[in-house]
């Protein structure tokens, strides 16, 4: 083998011995040669049988390593010719170059896996019907693909948005006609669409604070100019907001169960913000964050039911009810501003994958949506039970919010610090100092959900997060003398659970 494509000549290291897989081997001894050019614009890669037969393995060993090669554009495929390193060769970042995904530092890494413990925003993904919702999709699937093969509605699926109209009318107390719901990719796109479609641009908009961190980033990225309007325990304060910008165009509230506090916004507040927007001609975008999942009595009516709705959009997702991988949610416009909102959706941004909108509707007119939503509030209504006794513990004070708890930190620690220690862990609880605006009136501490936290696993990363805590609190000089001691009982834990 003595060939400048042999596998001895490109250094090709299978070894048996080792947990590797052997494609895996194969592909990344090709991936170097080729980067540190060993393998040349435009050669020739051994064929597959050749190879195959030179390293003793099966020729779909092969076949897969060098499909993993062409989907990083490092080598193509010439039909007859063989496969061949490309001419150009996609450029690596530098050692020391910045990652080009800041932006997403802020959302829980890591994407499209199971939820970690204290995650927000996601369901329990045990206790959901997975078998029923495979068969659903199954269907779906199935009536899609012999369906008509015109451009979809890009409002979303007719009957889709029938079901959700309906659905709303129960359960938000909403009357509302299905041309009224525009069906979109979720909460953030819903969102933006707002923002496109009211013309937020220049203009002054209120937030909660602290309010939820993306709400922020949307507006500051559409280019509005943000308020800051504190939240107390009846929600919102109306006059504050009032008096720091009566002209401002918009209003982005949490009403049915304020994010990340959880209070709910008292009925003299309601009437006192749809007050407001009638009488300056402004509106309000409710995000009805977490309103169908009311863990104690029953959930208000939402801001865009009865006298005042003609002001409101609002914004609903199945993001915490069924699964964010779903990637669907919804907005539900006023008539007066409902086409415009359909034109922007249209042009930017129309309703996500039919498979995924026909498999929702299936789910909503069955039953089956208000029948989990039913077992997922006693769900959850034990499983934060369970989480504020055992966090209680080891940080007394903390408090019952939404679907989970808010925590206090000893003085000496820093939230933002202690979060990206429990990452690092596999734990992914979220700063309540990162949920403000003005970080002078900030207040440190934990946002832990208790969606996914069971009893086989709650009293393992709860003591994790304790001994993260204890170690985290203690002074710089503290610290340095016995941060080695925490360190082995942290992994054990982790390890463990």
Not at 6 to 19: C, E, H
Not at 185 to 213: C, D, F, I, N, V
Not at 352 to 361: D, E, F, S, Y
Request: aromatic residues 4%; charged residues 20%; glycine residues 8%.
């Amino acid at each position: 083998m003595n060939q400048p494509n042999s596998p001895a000549a490109l250094s090709i290291l299978v070894d048996r011995a080792i947990a590797e897989p052997i494609g895996d081997q194969i592909h990344a001894s090709l991936r170097q040669a080729i980067v540190e050019g060993r393998l040349v614009p435009g050669q020739r890669l051994p064929s597959g049988r050749d190879l195959a037969a030179q390293l003793g393995v099966a020729r779909g060993t092969v076949r897969v390593a060098y499909d993993r090669l062409i989907a990083e554009n490092l080598v193509f495929g010439a039909g007859s010719s063989g496969t061949h390193v490309c001419a150009r060769l996609p450029a690596e970042r530098a050692d020391g170059e910045a990652s080009l995904d800041g932006p997403l530092a802020d959302f829980t890494r890591p994407f499209s896996s199971a939820p970690l413990p204290f995650q927000m925003g996601v369901p329990a993904h045990d206790a959901f019907p997975a078998k029923l919702w495979a068969r659903m999709r199954t269907r779906a699937v199935r009536a899609d693909a012999f369906a008509y093969t015109a451009y979809a509605d890009p409002r979303g699926e007719p009957a889709l948005r029938a079901q959700i109209a309906s659905h709303l009318a129960v359960s938000r107390q909403m009357q509302c006609h299905p041309d009224q719901v525009i069906v979109t990719s979720g909460y953030r796109q819903s969102l933006m669409l707002a923002l496109t479609a009211l013309r937020a641009h220049g203009r002054k908009a209120w937030l909660e604070e602290p309010g939820y961190p993306l709400g922020r980033r949307a507006l500051e990225i559409i280019g509005a100019a943000v308020i800051p309007v504190p939240v107390d325990a009846d929600g919102l304060r109306v006059e504050a907001g009032v008096a720091s910008a009566p002209d401002a165009l918009l209003a982005l509230v949490t009403p049915g169960q304020h994010a990340p506090l959880g209070v709910t916004l008292s009925p003299a507040r309601r009437h006192a913000l749809l007050d407001w927007a009638a009488t300056r001609g402004a509106w309000i975008i409710e995000d009805d964050y977490l309103g169908e999942l009311q863990l104690e009595g029953r959930a208000a009516p939402a801001l865009a039911a009865g006298e005042g709705a003609e002001c409101v959009v609002h914004i609903g997702a199945f993001s915490k009810t069924i699964s964010p991988g779903l990637g669907l949610g919804f907005v539900v416009a006023p008539r007066s501003v409902a086409e415009r909102l359909v034109e922007v959706a249209a042009v930017l941004s129309p309703a996500p994958n039919r498979t995924t909108q026909l498999a929702v509707t299936e789910f909503l007119r069955n039953g089956h949506y208000l029948r989990h939503l039913r077992q997922m509030k006693a769900l959850y209504a034990e499983r934060r039970r369970l989480t504020l006794a055992h966090v209680n513990k080891f940080l007394p004070g903390t408090m019952m919010a939404g679907l989970g708890v808010i925590a206090p930190l000893p003085q000496t620690a820093d939230d933002r610090m202690v979060v990206g220690i429990a990452r690092a862990h596999g734990l992914a609880p979220s700063a309540l100092s990162a949920w403000y605006l003005r970080r002078s009136n900030a207040q440190g501490g934990l946002l832990l959900s208790a969606t996914n936290l069971r009893p086989d696993n709650i009293e393992t990363v709860c003591a994790t997060l304790a001994c993260i805590v204890a170690s985290s609190s203690r002074s710089p000089h503290e610290s340095n003398g016995r941060q080695r001691g925490v360190e082995r009982p942290l992994s054990r834990n982790i390890d463990g659970r």
